[in-house]
């Protein structure tokens, strides 16, 4: 099963599959990554949106309900891969005479050392940052944290869960750091952060605020479904 | 060397003078239409490597360009030559006149 997402690309409303828009949004960060140091990089990757939407447009024109995952390869093969496109107009750099040609005229000299620059501009290799530490809000018993924590660290939520447990009990020290650790930490919102493909910036003091606010609703949410459950619980026992 | 590497190495260095004299002898071209021909012509494998260079030629003052709605999908960018594109394109279009010229002198079998 797959569920279907909009996005808004070029300003065209696109229907798309999740895996395909993962996939979609790895090439534009990779594309984003590749253009880095380059003057027009956003008009660019501005552009290379706006075909990406013709494509779509054009493939769901054909009576396709969404864009699925090979729509995407499709594209982004069409395109081609973010490393190639960056390269100048006249090649590569070991045709040194290249820029002569554009001095000829005085009028270019701007242009052939701007071409120079592009030569000396290598693409930064791809670099995707490291798992980042959030909560995940599809399991948790309170907040998440520590299966949150385990994530980060690769092991299983439970034994987690259990060093928890004993420090709540050795003096509540670690539960003042549960406490911390859940209003600090930002809870992962879409699949692909519980992946966690997307780069991490940096905690804000606006994350922070939203977080406690949404998490205290849906503590209280939590808690009345539990004495909810409770109650059923023990009517049923009577 | 490869033959691969250098028919892609001839074919990147006259995609400039490509661009320039399909924008120009059109008046205006929007980037779809360029790639159409350009692939076409089998001067451009992948789509992506148009679209840097068409932003480094406007930015370097040789084409400017103006939004259009479509219907039919996203709003295109015209593009047309500016009188520095039209004398830069000139010169190359010599340039490569000379050049195919030449080459075809010195690699002509001699009778």
């Known amino acids: 099963m797959q569920r279907i997402i909009q996005i808004n690309i070029a300003g065209r409303i696109i229907p798309i599959e999740e895996d395909a828009y993962i996939v979609l949004k790895d090439y534009l ?34 009576g396709s309900p969404a864009i699925d995952r090979s729509d995407a390869q499709k594209v982004i093969d069409t395109l081609g891969p973010a490393s190639e496109l960056h390269g100048n107009a006249s090649g590569n750099t070991n045709n040194a005479n290249t820029g002569n040609s554009y001095q000829r005229g005085n009028a270019y000299s701007g242009y052939s050392s701007q071409q120079q620059n592009y030569q000396r501009n290598q693409p930064p290799p791809f670099n995707y940052t490291h798992d980042r530490l959030l909560r995940n809000p599809y399991d948790k018993m309170i907040g998440g944290v520590c299966s949150g924590i385990a994530h980060y660290f690769g092991i299983d939520p439970m034994i987690i869960r259990l060093l928890a447990v004993i420090s709540f009990l050795t003096f509540g020290v670690g539960f003042v750091a549960y406490i911390i650790a859940w209003i600090v930490i930002p809870a992962a919102r879409t ?17 922070i605020t939203r977080n406690v606010g949404e998490e205290l609703t849906d503590l209280k949410r939590r808690g009345e479904a539990m004495s909810r459950e409770l109650r059923d619980f023990f009517s049923k026992k009577k | 060397m490869n033959v691969d590497n250098t028919e892609s190495q001839m074919r990147k260095g006259l995609l400039e003078l490509c661009i320039l004299g399909i924008i120009q002898r059109q ?56 009188e520095t ?6 010169q190359l279009r010599t340039t490569w006149d000379e050049l195919s010229q030449a080459v075809n002198n010195l690699t002509v079998p001699l009778l």
């Open chain 1, 29 to 62: 960060n990779a594309l984003e990554s590749s253009f880095a140091g380059e003057d027009g990089r956003e008009e660019i990757i501005q552009d290379i949106e706006n075909r990406i939407a013709e494509l779509f447009t054009i493939r769901l024109q054909t």
């Open chain 2, 85 to 90: 594109g039209g004398k830069f394109y000139e």
């Open chain 1, 191 to 207: 699949r692909e952060e519980l992946y966690n493909t997307n780069g991490g910036s940096p905690v804000t003091f606006h994350d």
């Open chain 2, 27 to 82: 008046k205006e071209a929007y980037p779809s239409d360029i790639l159409e021909q350009l692939k076409g012509a089998k001067l451009v494998v992948l789509e992506g490597t148009l679209y840097p260079l068409l932003t480094r030629l406007k930015n370097a003052g040789m084409l400017s360009y103006r939004w259009e709605e479509s219907i039919s999908g996203p709003p295109r960018k015209y593009f047309t030559l500016t």
